[in-house]
């Protein structure tokens, strides 16, 4: 049923766009009750978050071997669902209701961001065993360095990121936080 | 009568929303007529967005002497009004409307995200003359390394960046800029 629900919902934000969005339609379009659904999902926001994600988030990631190549798995997996027209649609106008909703934001956080987090403390920590990285570096860090400037490609200015972009972002990301771990574990101190 | 138009509209946004504004409030708070707001800005949105800018966008940009002092000094200069109490409850709803109204996108596009642009182009310029970098990168791309991670701190995650974050911001963009740079100009070839 679960799947039903996040379907019909990720067909609707595409036909009708989430502000004309009603938890009603998705019910009659995934043919289960009202009820059904508010027992799984606090809000419609919740709900359409849950189904931009399609299921299963954040996707699961490859080592590759190398923390470049770790980065540009990620980031090309992650474009998949995050340049998605429900997406295009849904997060722009969620990021405004996670600002104005701070036990949605919370939520958010603790699950989503967490989770994603999660992820780039896993691509760190291959990273410093195989000696790529002199030391760790904050996963939060790391996640905004790739992610930050992919997501205000797509959901702040509006433009389309092609393959090149994507291979650009692993590109500076991986330059960036070798240069923060650089800093950070030089037996030099730190650079001005 | 642009000040008294945009100090009100600041004013109104930290106190009661963006989306609890209206232009009747902004006009009885300047003491100006509903008309002089509207020969200045299209919408309520466009209105907002000025005030947020506090009237010069961008900040001017000093010459360090090296990029990453001028991209440090460009991130500081930059978070003050992107993290002001009246841009943090305005940004996220005004994203919510550019991602549904493609004329406002094109205005932000070609107004304040160009010109945000330009500050790039010449940091990026500077830093070629001076041998900072081996020859040019797009500076779209340069700006999304810098102030991506920002954007998506301040209105996505809607997490506090303190300074130690955007001196590690300006260090990584530093480091992602002059990456691509040696990518695209290297004698050698692309890396993998």
Redesign the interface.
């Known amino acids: 049923m679960d799947h039903k629900i996040l379907r019909a919902t990720r067909e609707l934000v595409e036909e009708v766009?989430y502000?004309a969005l009603t938890v009603d339609q998705v019910a009659a379009r995934a043919g289960v009750g009202k009820a059904a659904i508010y027992r799984r999902y606090a809000s419609k926001a919740e709900m359409a978050f849950a189904a931009t994600a399609h299921g299963q988030w954040p996707p699961p990631l490859a080592d590759t071997g190398s923390l470049?190549g770790d980065l540009l798995a990620l980031v090309r997996t992650f474009h998949v669902p995050m340049a998605a027209p429900a997406a295009?649609?849904l997060v722009?106008?969620l990021?405004?209701e996670?600002?104005?909703n701070p036990e949605l934001?919370a939520r958010f956080?603790d699950t989503f961001?967490a989770a994603e987090q999660t992820g780039f403390a896993e691509i760190i920590e291959r990273a410093v065993s195989r000696g790529d990285l002199p030391g760790p570096v904050d996963p939060?860090?790391a996640h905004?360095?790739l992610?930050?400037?992919?997501?205000?490609?797509l959901?702040?200015?509006?433009?389309p990121v092609d393959d090149a972009?994507l291979a650009?972002?692993a590109?500076?990301?991986?330059?960036?936080?070798?240069?923060?771990a650089d800093?950070r574990h030089s037996d030099h101190g730190r650079p001005?």
Chains 1, 2 share one sequence.
């Open positions: 766009g502000q470049h295009r649609h722009p106008a990021i405004s996670l600002a104005g934001d956080q961001l939060a860090t905004l360095l992610l930050g400037p992919l997501a205000t490609a959901y702040i200015h509006n433009v972009m650009d972002l590109t500076a990301a991986a330059a960036g936080i070798t240069a923060l800093q001005r």
